[in-house]
């Protein structure tokens, strides 16, 4: 399975932007999917995950209330739908797709996209 994530940029604190990763080469839904960022000198930390279907969701404490995960099984696609950013939001934002297991651990992720940088001037 292959990732491209796409959407990140840079944005006044307060704005929004919609990062996309598109899946190809292999069955989208049947993968977990999540959202990480990293920041510089920082851990990978967990942002964001959805189940199969879709019909679950999971965000840390840092985003809930804020951002939005989604996925369009038809489109092989998961979004991230970020709304009042703030500058510690602005990292390296990656996409990854594992077949089972907790979507918040980032061991047990199989394919990781390739990220996209995300800026939130203040």
């Known amino acids: 399975v292959q990732l491209q994530a796409s959407g990140g940029g840079l944005v006044q604190a307060g704005g929004s932007l919609r990062l996309s990763c598109a899946a190809s080469?292999?069955?989208?839904?049947?993968?977990?999917m999540g959202w990480f960022r990293q920041a510089p000198g920082m851990e990978r930390d967990f942002v964001s995950g959805?189940?199969?279907?879709?019909?679950?969701?999971y965000y840390s404490d840092s985003v809930k209330g804020r951002f939005t995960i989604s996925r369009d099984n038809a489109k092989n696609t998961v979004y991230l739908q970020m709304n009042s950013l703030k500058p510690e939001d602005a990292a390296v934002y990656y996409c990854?797709?594992?077949?089972?297991?907790?979507?918040?651990?980032?061991?047990?992720?199989?394919?990781w996209g390739q990220g996209t940088q995300v800026t939130v001037s203040s």
């Open positions: 990854a797709a594992r077949k089972s297991g907790v979507v918040s651990t980032i061991i047990g992720y199989d394919y």
């Open positions: 080469g292999g069955t989208f839904g049947s993968y977990l």
């Open positions: 959805i189940s199969w279907s879709g019909g679950t969701r």
